[in-house]
DNA sequence: GTTTTTCTGTAGCGAGCGATATATAAATAT
DNA sequence: ATATTTATATATCGCTCGCTACAGAAAAAC
């Protein structure tokens, strides 16, 4: 393929897109989906509606930029976890301590987008509401396949319960969001986690 | 005083009001706050704008009277547990266990409306977020006194944190009641709450 | 230069929002 | 019967929503 790099016709942006974008994460995750107006992202991303539909499209598609972005720059701490760790418990454990930290970092919005930004709906929204649920399911998905594989390796005991135990650090992980919207400090949902951690099977 | 029972006058009222309430309190809990128009409301209630108005003053007032409901008919089994049993760890074990039902219910919305319904709201509604806010931490902190009683009384150790050990429990309803509505079935969240007992402190 | 392309600012679209003015209907009070 | 009171039905109100038409501005292409 041909590396065109021609200069770009036209009157230039005028605004950095990346910045605009990173104003948009925090307007959504702050507010959620339905109730950041357009008017709202205008204001906060310094930008016209007119420069925000020719850059992004129409709001679901900024929205769906925007859950990259947070991905990419914020959520992706819980997949790294039980990526990296050598053991289920030890990628969970590391998660839960990483979510308490980062759910109540000063100076941006509390608790997870994936989250909360789109609970309460509007049927007009449903397409919304699903994919974050889709990303949530999947996220437990995923810690449920991580401890079948330790079942299976004898890490964790043959009779451990991996749907069971999945949908409870799911559980926990959802309930810890919500506490830091609620106002819950990093020290609160520190000992939340390690609590929780508790409940984890001794190894064999 | 004098018992008035006197024949009210004028035009008598064409619906039930308590039927009409249950509607709204059903329509709030599904699709939250915002997300339930008053046009949705007239709608399931069976009943004009103008009847509304007359019989529950405007949305916020109307959405007043359906958290009292709600909390009437369906959301007392926190406080009802945790006051009618013996001891903090009974008492939490039996909520959790009616959360599991409760909150997956056949015929009826799943999860929490107080937990749930005022996510993700816009200025306007700070008012009522910040009730059911208030309400939700209430309800920890009745579970933190529950606990201090029991440590006083020697029922629970004497190093028990009290704090986290609330806010763990508070942790997991709310992460249940977002489970509930994510999907998960009864047997799943009983699942989860027989794992979050097993963090229970043993008694000295 | 002129043309072409792209972005910006103003201004406003149709639709739905929460809430209500007005007129009529249906009950009791006298 | 007539007057009074209350509820309902119709038809909006002013406002904000997501979104866009249009004209002017700013760059590269020629």
Request: charged share 25%.
């Amino acid at each position: 393929m041909a590396t065109k790099e021609t200069k770009q016709r036209g009157r230039p942006r005028s605004f950095d897109r990346e910045t605009a974008l990173e104003q948009a994460v925090r307007s959504f995750w702050e507010q959620g989906y339905e109730a950041t107006s357009i008017s709202d992202l205008t204001r906060t991303m310094g930008i016209s509606a007119p420069s925000l539909y020719a850059a992004f499209g129409d709001k679901q598609a900024l929205f769906r930029e925007v859950v990259a972005e947070y991905g990419r720059l914020h959520g992706g701490f819980l997949d790294r976890a039980v990526a990296e760790e050598p053991t289920a418990r030890r990628g969970v454990e590391r998660a839960l301590r990483e979510a308490a930290a980062e759910y109540t970092l000063p100076g941006r919005p509390r608790g997870c987008l994936v989250i909360s930004a789109a609970q309460n709906t509007a049927p007009a929204s449903a397409e919304v509401a699903d994919s974050l649920r889709a990303m949530r399911l999947a996220n437990i998905g995923g810690i449920e396949s991580r401890i079948r594989a330790d079942v299976a390796s004898g890490a964790l005991p043959a009779d451990t319960d991996a749907h069971a135990l999945a949908h409870y650090v799911g559980s926990v992980i959802q309930g810890m969001s919500q506490q830091a919207r609620d106002g819950a400090d990093r020290t609160t949902l520190e000992a939340i986690a390690a609590l929780a951690m508790k409940v984890w099977p001794d190894a064999p």
